[in-house]
């Protein structure tokens, strides 16, 4: 996988934006990001991906860079139920089929 | 649409028994991977089937066995329990297109939590 590089923890305020970055400058041009989060307890959920092009759904944006070597999650109107360790992962393009998780980012939503 | 459902979610081994667990995925999902994680070891990857076959394997001793059937329902079996296996065994369905990025949009089940005495 792409090694990715994440800050280990970041907190917001409640009803704010949540912008988490991610840095992977190793990344193939055919490789997606994906971004996973982990409530304590858990098991990970699934948030988005992308490719190049920017991306949102219900739960999150994602803003990739227009070199790819870097990206940001956004959570719009971060919530207390928003705290978790959030995971950038950009898996190998090859044969691999795994997810490789890294320490992830801390976010802590303060009310 | 029903989650990913993992049975049973707590257990209590003792060193030297073995251990099934099972995981039901998602209707339609072929793709099943397991991830053990330890509050020292983080997340790593087990092991992935698709179609009843094993596609991939992480680095866990042989002790460490799966399988998967016609359904797509998984079962994952630890033999010779030893104290470091406790952990939380977490199963993930994807629709496993080889090649797509689905195959990394992986859905995770609440998790079984082995504890070895």
């Known amino acids: 996988d792409a090694k990715t590089t994440q800050p280990p923890s970041m907190d917001c305020a409640e009803g704010r934006a949540a912008n988490l970055p991610c840095n992977h400058s190793?990344?193939?041009?055919?490789?997606?990001v994906y971004w996973y989060r982990q409530i304590h307890s858990q098991g990970p959920q699934y948030i988005i991906h992308g490719l190049k092009n920017n991306e949102t759904n219900e739960m999150a944006s994602l803003i990739i860079t227009e070199d790819r070597k870097s990206s940001t999650l956004i959570l719009p109107h971060a919530t207390l139920r928003d705290t978790a360790v959030y995971y950038c992962?950009?898996?190998?393009?090859?044969?691999?089929?795994?997810?490789?998780f890294g320490s992830g980012t801390q976010l802590t939503v303060l009310p | 649409k029903a989650g990913v459902t993992q049975t049973p979610r707590y257990l209590i081994k003792t060193r030297g028994q073995q251990v099934t667990l099972s995981c039901s995925p998602i209707s339609g999902h072929r793709s099943v991977s397991w991830y053990q994680q330890t509050p020292g070891q983080g997340l790593q990857f087990l092991f992935e089937y698709f179609s009843e076959t094993q596609r991939n394997k992480g680095n866990f001793p042989g002790r460490f066995s799966g399988r998967q059937f016609s359904n797509s329902r998984s079962e994952m079996n630890v033999s010779t329990l030893e104290l470091g296996d406790s952990a939380l065994y977490l199963c993930a369905s994807s629709l496993g297109l080889a090649g797509g990025p689905t195959l990394y949009e992986q859905y995770f089940g609440p998790g079984t939590r082995l504890t070895v005495t």
């Open positions: 190793t990344i193939s041009g055919n490789e997606y």
């Open positions: 992962i950009v898996p190998y393009s090859g044969s691999a089929r795994q997810l490789t």
